[in-house]
Every structure is written in C-alpha cells, then in structure tokens.
C-alpha cells in the first residue's frame, strides 16, 4: 500500500494517515502495532496522558523498523506546562518511547487561563533548534490562541490536532490554519463510531462506493486536507482504516458530508481545559 504523505510547513514529510493509541492498553499494544506495521502505517500518535508510551515505544523496536521510518508523535501533559518541566517531561516522553528524538511534538492544551502555553512553546522551539524534534505544533488551539501564539513565539506551529469530524468541522480554525500553512490533524476522525458510521448519509455513499462507512468518513478527511489518526485495536479496523487510498470522493459527496455538520463537538471545549481539569 502506498503510503500517503503531507508536507509540513517546515518541508518534513508527515504520514497522512497514523495511528491514534489513545486508550490501547499495553496489552493490546502489539498486535496493534504489528498489524499496523504489516498493513503499511508508519505514524502513530501517543501522548505523555496515556500513559502507553513505553508500551508503544517497545512494539515499536519489536517490529523491526529503522526508526527514521518511523514518525512519532508525542504530546507535552498540561499538568507539566512551564519552560522548564516542559524540558522535563519531553525527556520522560523520548525515555518512555526509547528513542533519542521526536518526529512532532505538541502541547495537548492551550489552558490559556494558566499563562503557562507560550513559554512551554518556547520550550518546544529551544527543542526544536537543538534537533531533538524534527517539527513542533499545538492541539485543541481555536484561532485567538494561534493569533497569540504566532504573535509571542518564532516558529509558526507546524500541526494544529484538533477534534474534527463531519458533525463538528471546525471550518473556522481550518481555514485560519490553511491560511497559515498550519497543517490540521483531526483527532476523533470517526466520532468514536458513536452514531456517525449509521448515518444514512454515510451509508448510503458507502453502499454507492462498495466502501465501509469509516472509510467514507476517512477519505472525506483526506479530501479537506487533513492528517488523520483513527485509533483502533482491531486488527480488520485497523486494515480497513488504511485501505482508503484507491478512490476519491465525488465533489457533491463530499458536501453532503460536509452538510451533517452540526457544531456538535463531543470533547472538552479548550476554553474551558485549564491545568488539572483533566485526569
Ligand atoms: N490531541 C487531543 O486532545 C486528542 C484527544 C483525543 C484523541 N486524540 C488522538 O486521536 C486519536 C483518534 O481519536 P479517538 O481515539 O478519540 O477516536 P476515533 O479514532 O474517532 O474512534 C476510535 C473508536 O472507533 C472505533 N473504530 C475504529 N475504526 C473503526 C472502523 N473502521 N469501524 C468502526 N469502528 C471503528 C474504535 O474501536 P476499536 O478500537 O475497538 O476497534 C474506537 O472505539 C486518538 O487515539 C489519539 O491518538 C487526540
């Protein structure tokens, strides 16, 4: 399968399609990771919260693949914001991970009302300069927190990971980050398979294309540009979810997908995430 890549604002290659581990158990982590490698995936999103880092960090070194063939992606916990135990904990994250560098490296909340994100971006910018990750970016940012992030740092976020999907399209901070050369991964791709795959909308274009309705939702995402990181455990799911490079999404497809937008977000609103909300 050929792998699909985007081009970050800074020229370094991103696998279009990753895979989110958020919620994979040790456990489950090898065969996750396996079946993930054989099916083509090179990209796998983790965080310092899910506490899988080693885990994936081990299946990872099991499966053979040189490591510059790999692109990791690992966030900065907000309980851990500040230039120093932002430091700190980017180390813990390279230890847990057993590796010596990141491919992308992110803050999973702007907790704007802590004071706390510009000077961990700054933290991440020194990181970035010193080579120990090869592109740094932001999640869960709306666009006052970007204007003020770009305003008070050097180095224009390379990702925004935000929580995306056709209910919630979050058209607005996409098109402010097209604007910016930011690219927008959209975490949650499928809606946690709550309701979305049943939609006769989806449906129906699945039956119409002989494709599963993941898939369909997923393509939809590529058509917008964006990176995606489905999470599953299963291996079928985890096969399916790759298998969506063979065909393209006709142009009033996409904008009956686009039409099921409802502003319907199932996370947290980040305005209101401060430091110790989340546990
Ligand atoms: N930056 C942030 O703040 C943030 C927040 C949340 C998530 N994330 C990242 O984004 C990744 C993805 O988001 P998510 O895990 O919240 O949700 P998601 O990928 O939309 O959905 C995952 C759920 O959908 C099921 N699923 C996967 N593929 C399917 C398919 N083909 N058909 C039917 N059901 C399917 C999975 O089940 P099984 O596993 O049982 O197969 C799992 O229950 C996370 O793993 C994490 O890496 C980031």
Sequence with gaps: ???????????????????????????????????AIETGYRAFDTAYFYGNEQALGRALKQSGVDREDLFITSKLWNDYQGYEQTLTYFEKSLENLGTDYLDLYLIHWPCEADELFIESYKALEQLYHDGKIRAIGVCNFKPHHL????????????????????????????????????AVTAWMPLMRNRGLLDHPTVVNIAER???????????????????????????????????????????????????????????????????????
């Design 147 to 182: 204007e003020r992030l770009m305003a008070e740092t050097d180095v224009t976020p390379a990702v925004n990971q935000i929580e995306c999907h056709p209910y919630f399209n979050q058209q607005e901070t996409q098109d402010f980050c097209d604007k910016h050369d930011i």
């Design 1 to 35: 399968m050929v792998q699909d890549t985007y081009y970050l604002n800074n020229g370094y290659p991103m696998p279009k399609i990753g895979l989110g581990v958020y919620k994979i158990t040790d456990e489950e982590m090898e065969t996750a990771v396996e079946t």
């Design 209 to 279: 294309y002989g494709k599963t309705p993941a898939q369909i939702v997923l393509r939809w995402h590529l058509a917008h540009n964006r990176i995606i990181i489905p999470k599953s455990k299963t291996p079928e799911r985890i096969r399916e979810n790759f298998d969506i490079l063979d065909f393209n999404l006709e142009l009033t497809d996409i904008a009956e997908i686009d039409s099921l937008d409802q502003g319907a977000r199932q996370g947290k609103d980040p305005d209101e995430v401060r430091i110790g909300t989340l546990k």
